[in-house]
């Protein structure tokens, strides 16, 4: 089957595990192919943050969990390992024209800003930058250091788009589910896909 688009989401250690699963969940209901990369760190907060237990051992158990979580299609989502070097996001021959980082801890957004590519995530930030391609970074730590702050100034100038999980009220959210939302659909918008979730500034919500 033919997907819509072809997203690579990573989930890194930084709180604020919700916006990433939220965002992945949205992504499978919209008909994207999603390459999705769990960091160690972030499988720890997601156990500590959400009721979801993720299998150990990663790869090809996180997707057939995963698949089966959110119901998506065959060939529809992809689970890479960090160490997986020949999966299509590590080259600039076969990635996405996408990528979305969400959320981004602080020691993600100093490797991409400096090159690091230690792992596939890192990797797949470079290619997306080298190759010019969209690069949403999703950064939720408070308050931001003269370090962050630098990092992020620095990666907005190489072509990526700092989007920080700063949630708006005016909304008026009932619940946490609609905060984790706004910042989902603002993602969504930067994405150029559509979004219900959240009506715009001076729409009325039907």
């Known amino acids: 089957m033919s997907h819509q688009?072809?997203?690579t989401l990573a989930i890194t250690g930084a709180s604020g595990a919700q916006y990433g699963l939220r965002l992945l969940q949205t992504l499978l209901v919209l008909d994207c192919r999603v390459y999705l990369l769990i960091s160690q760190a972030a499988e720890v907060v997601i156990a500590t943050e959400t009721d979801l237990v993720l299998p150990q051992?990663?790869?090809r158990e996180q997707e057939q969990f995963?698949?089966?979580h959110f119901s998506a299609r065959p060939g529809q989502l992809k689970v890479f390992s960090e160490k997986d070097w020949m999966a299509p996001v590590a080259s600039g021959s076969s990635s996405p024209h996408?990528?979305?980082?969400?959320?981004?801890?602080g020691g993600t957004l100093?490797?991409?800003?400096?090159?690091?590519?230690?792992?596939?995530?890192?990797?797949?930030?470079d290619v997306a930058l080298k190759e010019r391609r969209q690069l949403i970074l999703v950064?939720?730590?408070?308050?931001?250091?003269?370090?962050?702050?630098?990092n992020m100034l620095n990666l907005t100038r190489m072509g990526a788009v700092i989007l920080p999980a700063s949630p708006g009220f005016y909304h008026r959210p009932q619940s946490i589910d609609e905060l984790v939302d706004f910042v989902v659909a603002r993602i969504l918008d930067q994405l150029h896909l559509p979004q219900t979730?959240?009506?715009?500034?001076?729409?009325t919500e039907e």
């Open 98 to 105: 996408s990528m979305v980082i969400c959320p981004a801890s």
């Open 66 to 68: 995963l698949c089966d």
């Open 110 to 125: 100093s490797a991409i800003a400096t090159g690091a590519s230690n792992n596939l995530i890192e990797r797949a930030a």
């Open 197 to 203: 979730a959240v009506p715009r500034w001076g729409e």
């Open 5 to 7: 688009k072809t997203i």
């Open 57 to 59: 051992q990663s790869g």
């Open 139 to 150: 950064p939720r730590e408070t308050p931001y250091s003269e370090i962050h702050l630098q």
